[in-house]
């Protein structure tokens, strides 16, 4: 599975939107991009995922450039209970059963 | 909707023990696996299971034994628990045969001693 590299943390004021970048320069093109997060001591949730196109959900949206080297996942009107780490994980979505490869996240911080 | 359950919540073995983590999902996911988490690092796969009857061995299964006997349980067996096994473990169902929408439990905090 193709790695990712995200920052190791961000602040986001309560209200404003929230985008953190996850960098893939190594995915292939039969692999997603997918996005967990963490809130402290929860099991992960999943948020969203996509191929190429952006996608929306009701938590969030998925912004994939055109390369697919790199995506940004947009919580936009963020509150504290977005306060999580969050995960950008890049994997096959067909073929052998799954290895969803979490990497340290990126720790978000909603603050007022 | 009760999703995955995990139990127990917390636990203290002393080194040498055995136990087994429990976990069920009521949601008739075919994919089911188990992860640890240790401090300030992600997770890691430990066993997974693509069904009833089949499972396979995940990034650090070495101490640990899984079982599959039906849809919705899947246990996870410290043969001879060590300190390095003082983890959170985390079990995962998924709907599709992948584990890619994984839902996850709340967690089992094992502290070997």
């Known amino acids: 599975d193709a790695k990712t590299t995200q920052p190791t943390s961000m602040d986001c004021a309560e209200g404003r939107a929230a985008n953190l970048p996850c960098n893939h320069s190594t995915i292939s093109g039969n692999e997603y991009v997918y996005w967990y997060r963490q809130i402290h001591s929860q099991g992960p949730q999943y948020i969203i995922h996509g191929l190429k196109n952006n996608e929306t959900n009701e938590m969030a949206s998925l912004i994939i450039t055109e390369d697919r080297k790199s995506s940004t996942l947009i919580l936009p009107h963020a509150t504290l209970r977005d306060t999580a780490v969050y995960y950008c994980?890049?994997?096959?979505?067909?073929?052998?059963?799954?290895?969803?490869?979490f990497g340290t996240g990126t720790r978000l911080q909603v603050t007022l | 909707n009760a999703g995955v359950t995990q139990t127990p919540k917390f636990q203290v073995l002393k080194t040498g023990q055995s136990m087994t983590l429990q976990c069920a999902q009521d949601m008739n996911h075919e994919y089911m696996s188990w992860y640890r988490q240790d401090p300030g690092m992600g997770l890691r796969l430990i066993h997974y299971s693509v069904g009833a009857g089949i499972t396979d061995q995940g990034e650090v299964p070495n101490g640990y034994n899984v079982s599959r006997s039906t849809t919705e349980d899947f246990p996870l067996r410290l043969l001879s628990a060590a300190p390095s096994q003082t983890s959170v473990y985390f079990c995962?169902?998924?709907?599709?045969?992948?584990?890619?929408?994984?839902?996850f439990g709340q967690g089992t905090r094992l502290t070997v001693v």
């Open positions: 995962a169902s998924s709907p599709d045969p992948w584990g890619t929408e994984a839902f």
């Open positions: 994980i890049v994997r096959p979505y067909t073929g052998t059963a799954s290895k969803l490869t």
